[in-house]
């Protein structure tokens, strides 16, 4: 049986793009290679290794999860038929199916027993259930003063292994806009960065990464995703010489009217920025814009502010 599309349909069609870019397969074994390279030279260099090291044992829990999917099919097309996120993370991670996630990345995770990353693997090895659920729901709650500062690269890994999980487990996922520009779709948490894409049906459009399962969102450009003001929006990078004013790959869109800011990666310029990655590597930008007054909103569940 064939559709007839009506004139208008068609060109409502011609010009509608993708709403969602789902994240590959090997996500975080793509996020590990670009965190090592933006290592060499960079003040930062040892913790972004470490935050590589973590993302191989993330790739590892992904390729052969500890657990399934914990919505059911008519739970996720229930969420889906309203509008909601069907891995909804504020109920998720209360119920507590992603904590076998952390205990399989503590277990895969060997070799330090000292020093403040010895520290922090024996106090997170030495909780139980609830202490472990109580960090996670403070971390995704934007709490910072409750999780012990040294633990959040591994309760945010665990995490966003379990959520990119079941993100790609999910049946060919046709997910709605939330409320917020910048509220995931799949999960409802916050966009970590922008990604303005270079390829393809994506090409040229700029998509929101989401903080903890990593899928991306189509916003249109030149627009504040908090408080959708297009006045007077300016684009700030850090200085470097390799590129022409203007080119730099990861530039931050500064919104005057709320004065919040989200960091962008411009894929034309550098093919091989990651969110996170090129996020943990440019903090040198996030001080400089908080000294400019200018405020952060998008959380990196891999690093604690302050």
């Given at each position: ?8 349909q ?31 030279g ?55 199916p ?49 999780v ?69 969102w ?49 894929l ?39």
């Amino acid at each position: 049986m064939s559709t007839i599309l009506e004139p208008g349909q068609i060109e409502a069609s011609a010009v509608m793009p993708p709403f969602l870019h789902l994240p590959p397969a090997n996500l975080f074994e793509l996020r590990a290679a670009r965190l090592e390279q933006l290592a060499e030279g960079n003040a930062l260099g040892q913790y972004l290794k470490l935050v590589a090291r973590l993302c191989r044992i993330q790739q590892q829990l992904v390729d052969n999860p500890p657990a399934g999917m914990p919505v059911a099919e008519e739970r996720q097309r229930l969420c889906i038929s309203h509008g909601l996120p069907p891995l909804a993370a504020d109920s998720l991670v209360r119920e507590g199916p992603w904590l076998v996630w952390l205990q399989a990345l503590l277990e895969r995770f060997e070799g330090e027993t000292g020093g403040p990353l010895g520290d922090a693997l024996q106090v997170l090895r030495g909780s139980d259930g609830e202490q472990r659920k109580g960090w996670g729901i403070a971390l995704l709650g934007g709490q910072y003063d409750a999780v012990p500062a040294a633990l959040v690269p591994f309760i945010g890994a665990a995490l966003q292994a379990a959520w990119s999980s079941w993100l790609l487990a999910l049946p060919a996922p046709e997910l709605k806009p939330a409320g917020s520009l910048a509220q995931c779709p799949a999960c409802g948490s916050p966009a970590m960065a922008g990604v303005v894409r270079n390829r393809g049906k994506h090409n040229g459009l700029r998509y929101l990464a989401c903080s903890l399962c990593a899928c991306e969102w189509h916003v249109v450009r030149v627009k504040c995703v908090y408080c959708e003001s297009s006045k007077d929006l300016r684009y700030t990078s850090l200085d470097d010489d390799r590129h022409a004013l203007g080119k730099a790959p990861l530039r931050a869109e500064c919104c005057p009217e709320c004065e919040n800011y989200l960091k962008q990666n411009y894929l034309e310029n550098d093919a091989a920025a990651e969110p996170l990655a090129d996020d943990l590597a440019s903090l040198a930008l996030d001080i400089r814009l908080d000294e400019e007054g200018f405020h952060r909103l998008a959380p990196n569940l891999m690093f604690a502010p302050g």
